[in-house]
């Protein structure tokens, strides 16, 4: 499908701002977060130019990925906001006596990333995949064989 032009795009966004806008204002609680989900929604719609049949496939296209941007961005947060165990920074994670991190420390490089994104930084292995631009099937093996040495190097400690 062909790009759409400047006009067809501020047509778009006249149509459907107030509405996205409050989708986002449900979602975030913020005037300045859910403009900020509205502008991603909208650079969202520009980049990946779908083919809406008419008016309501985009509206209900734009509801859809403003609500999906809402909790990506949540998350975000969320993931920021994470209390520090201690004063130390990195809090539990640089714990010289923390058996479990040693043995993490210990995996092979492939295995060591995987896990630490997704245990310690709180990624699903999804977001890790794209992160590390690996197949997600290959980030899930990873785990699933690094969760396997964890295992064995702890004694079956780990469940």
Known sequence: MPKRSQQE??????????TVYRVCYAHMKQ???????VQDTFIKLMRANPHLADVCHEKAWLIRTAGNVCKDMLRRRRRRELPLEDDLPGGAFLHENNTVLQAV?????????????????GYNSAEIARLLRKPGATVRGHLHEARKLL???LGGELD
């Open 9 to 18: 795009i501020e047509q778009l966004y006249q149509r459907h701002v107030n």
């Open 31 to 37: 005037p300045a977060e859910a403009e900020d989900a």
């Open 105 to 121: 420390l210990a995996l092979p490089g492939k295995y060591k990333t995987v896990v630490v994104l997704y245990y310690y930084e």
């Open 151 to 153: 295992k064995l190097q």
